[in-house]
């Protein structure tokens, strides 16, 4: 069992940058693969992105991409969401979340692929 802390997120105005980080206890954080997962006030959980036990491999919902890249440090513990071009929708509170899988570069890509899951972290974006 894997345990998440989010961190990094606040208050930034619209084109601004934030970088989320979640650490994860434990000793085999490499056998998870990593997503974050955001929810807006009244809609459900949709996933961001999503990162391959090994970091080879990533995922990332159509309307972030060429904004946001996820990446991690296995030997940290711990993985990032940098967040590039803020805009107003984009203002959530991320999960970070995680799930042991066997293959190697395999990614969930919806917010139910994801077992473990942090407190999460509010990023608000003003116009």
């Known amino acids: 069992q894997v345990q998440l802390v989010e961190s990094g997120g606040g208050l930034v105005q619209a084109g601004g940058s934030l970088r989320l980080s979640c650490a994860a206890s434990?000793?085999?954080?490499?056998?998870?693969?990593m997503g974050w997962i955001r929810q807006a006030p009244g809609k459900e959980r949709e996933f961001v992105a999503g990162i391959s036990r090994n970091g080879g491999r990533t995922e990332t919902k159509d309307s972030v991409k060429g904004r946001f890249t996820i990446s991690r440090d296995n030997a940290k513990n711990t993985v990032y969401l940098q967040m590039n071009s803020l805009k107003p929708e984009d203002t959530a509170v991320y999960y970070c979340?995680?799930?042991?899988?066997?293959?190697?570069?395999?990614?969930?890509?919806?917010?139910?692929?994801?077992?473990?899951w942090g407190q999460g972290t509010q990023v608000t974006v003003s116009s």
């Open positions: 434990g000793r085999t954080f490499s056998s998870y693969a």
């Open positions: 979340g995680g799930r042991l899988v066997a293959l190697m570069n395999w990614v969930p890509v919806a917010s139910q692929g994801y077992d473990y």
